[in-house]
Every structure is written in structure tokens, then in C-alpha cells.
């Protein structure tokens, strides 16, 4: 291996585990911040965390793969199970949709399915989105695995012609459900863009090395899988917002609490015993009073979500009816 080729590999080997690294820190420091602040986790954190424990395994294969020549056929790969097309497919696919299905699990816990609208999209793309992952492994040539064995059936001809077939399709369920999904929240996908980016980019390599049946580099096939799938990871911690004190407003409002909101003028009115009579005493009297009911009925509190504080000028209360 020349001294370009080791540098190249040493690079992709350590860029893997540093990305490894960076997800595990933001996924820890979510871990710690959910329990300390509500005492429980949720289905999405759980997600989240099979997602991060699956790309280890995918991390080791990079390393393994690394201890190659840069440049490998498939068969050579292929006689390794733990580098077989299914193993890596297994870890891959459930890492991928783990974060996918974390994000939609986590729009339902945060109740943006109240409005009736969204709640039919939500619907459409969780449906699409476990279809898409269904479909990724319908694509496999099982019966030719069974028949010819993983490393034979990548020569098949008939195999050859669909395998980039499939890899295209699979990468655009991939890219087209992320793109559904970012349609609901588009704040927190900020990183969504680089995951639908290194997919196209992995399907090109892939697709254009196998089309040709020619030699790829695979080490850069299972590194771009790697990052693709802990970039979710990634932008999993920014999915709550706020002040995660206790006490604090309810991480998903980012809305000022509601301590400058009194009731209407016609609540307001109730309170009064005797018919306002312009008197700049009278003035001063409904004015504190107006302030002791606001302090009273409107102290700090969590904001509800969907909760419309519509603020009323505290002048507008004190003129005369």
C-alpha cells in the first residue's frame, strides 16, 4: 500500500471514530438532561440509542475494512461475514430509520398532532416512512443468496444489472422520507441537508463501481454509511428547546410567559362595585386594583402549546365605558 493510500485510510479511520465520538457526547448529554428533568425517558430517546449503539458496530467495520488494501474487490469482502452486504445492511437501515422514527415519535409526544391537518400528514409519512425501510430489504436478492452463497451471487449477471437499481431506489426512499419528515418541524432539520447530501454521494460511488463491475473502494462505501447515519445522531440533541430547569416552561414553547396578559375589558369590569367617576383618586384605586388582579390571576406559569396569549393594553381598561 503506498504512503498516499495509508494516509488516506488512516484519515477515514480516525474522521470515523471522532464523528463516533461527537454523537456520543450530545447523546449522553441529552440522556442526563431528560432524566433530570422530567425523572423518565421516551420512545424517542429509546430510538436514539439503538440508533447510536448500531453505529458502533458500523465504526468497527470501517476499522476492519481500513486493515485492507484501500482498494478491494467484493468477493474479498464478501467471504467476511461481519462485511457481508446483510450484516452491513442490518446495522445501516435500522440505525437510519431508528432517527427517523425518533423524530416522528417525537412530534407526537410534543402534540403538534392536535391540529387535524397535521395529524393526517404525520399519518401519511410514518406510513411512507415504514414502507420505505419494508421496501429497502424487498430489494435484496435473497434467493439468490441462498442458491450461490454472498460471495458467487455478486457475479450473477442478472444480480449485477439490478444491484444498482436497488441501491438508487433504496437511497431515494431514504432521501424522500427525510425530506417528508423535515416538512414537519424545518427548524430542527438543520443538519438534514448533510444526511440527504452523503446518501447521494454514497449511491453514486456505489453504483458507479458496481455498474462497471470494476474495483470500488468499499472502506469509503461503509465510512460514508457511518456518517450518514450519525449525523442523526447528531441533530437528535437539538430537538428541545428551552430552559430545562425545574419550574421552567415546558422545553417545547419558546414563547414569553404570559405575566403581561389581564383579562378583557369586560372581566376587568366585573371587579369594579361602583361605575368608574373620573376622579383621580378613583383613577389610582382601579389602577392598583387592575395591577392586584393581573399579579393574582396571571402569576408565572408553564405555557400551554397551542395556547393563544392574545395581550390587551392596560389603558384600554381604565377609560371610561
Known amino acids: ?36 428533568r422530567f425523572s423518565k425517558f421516551c420512545w424517542d430517546d429509546l430510538f436514539v440509542v439503538l440508533a447510536w449503539t448500531l453505529s458502533i458496530p458500523m465504526a468497527v467495520q470501517v476499522t476492519v475494512a481500513s486493515k485492507h488494501n484501500t482498494v478491494l474487490h467484493t468477493t474479498t469482502f464478501n467471504k467476511s461475514v461481519s462485511l457481508s452486504r446483510p450484516i452491513t ?29 397535521v395529524k393526517r400528514y404525520w399519518t401519511v409519512v410514518f406510513a411512507l416512512t415504514i414502507a420505505a425501510y419494508i421496501g429497502g430489504w424487498l430489494l435484496n436478492s435473497y434467493d439468490c443468496w441462498v442458491k450461490k452463497g454472498l460471495s458467487q451471487c455478486d457475479h450473477d449477471p442478472a444480480v449485477s444489472r439490478f444491484t444498482p437499481v436497488a441501491l438508487t431506489l433504496a437511497t431515494a426512499f ?44 468499499i472502506t469509503l462505501l461503509l465510512f460514508l454509511s457511518h456518517i450518514e447515519a450519525n449525523t442523526g445522531t447528531l441533530r437528535s440533541l437539538f430537538t428541545q428547546k428551552g430552559d430545562t430547569r425545574p419550574g421552567s416552561p415546558a422545553p417545547w414553547d419558546s414563547r414569553p410567559p404570559n405575566i403581561n396578559v389581564v383579562r378583557s375589558p369586560q372581566d376587568a369590569t366585573a371587579f369594579s362595585e361602583k361605575p368608574f367617576s373620573g376622579t383621580t383618586e378613583k383613577k389610582v384605586s382601579d389602577e ?33 365605558p
Do not use: C
Open 288 to 320: 392598583e386594583e387592575l395591577l392586584s388582579i393581573r399579579v393574582s390571576h396571571h402569576a408565572r406559569q408553564p405555557s400551554k402549546p397551542f395556547e393563544t396569549d392574545i395581550p390587551i393594553d392596560l389603558g384600554d381598561l381604565l377609560k371610561n
Open 89 to 117: 445492511q442490518l446495522f445501516f437501515y435500522n440505525a437510519l430509520w431508528a432517527i427517523k422514527i425518533s423524530f416522528l415519535v417525537f412530534f407526537r409526544r410534543i402534540g403538534v398532532i392536535a391540529l387535524a391537518a
Open 174 to 217: 431514504d432521501v424522500i422520507t427525510d425530506a417528508l419528515i423535515k416538512i414537519v418541524l424545518y427548524s430542527i432539520f438543520s443538519f438534514e441537508l448533510v444526511t440527504m447530501l452523503v446518501a447521494i454521494i454514497r449511491i453514486i460511488i456505489a453504483a458507479h463501481g458496481i455498474a462497471r463491475d470494476r474495483k470500488f473502494q
Open 1 to 36: 500500500m503506498s504512503t498516499e493510500s495509508t494516509a488516506y485510510t488512516n484519515g477515514l479511520l480516525v474522521t470515523t471514530w471522532l464523528v463516533t465520538g461527537l454523537s456520543t457526547i450530545p447523546l449522553g448529554a441529552r440522556l442526563y438532561t431528560r432524566y433530570w
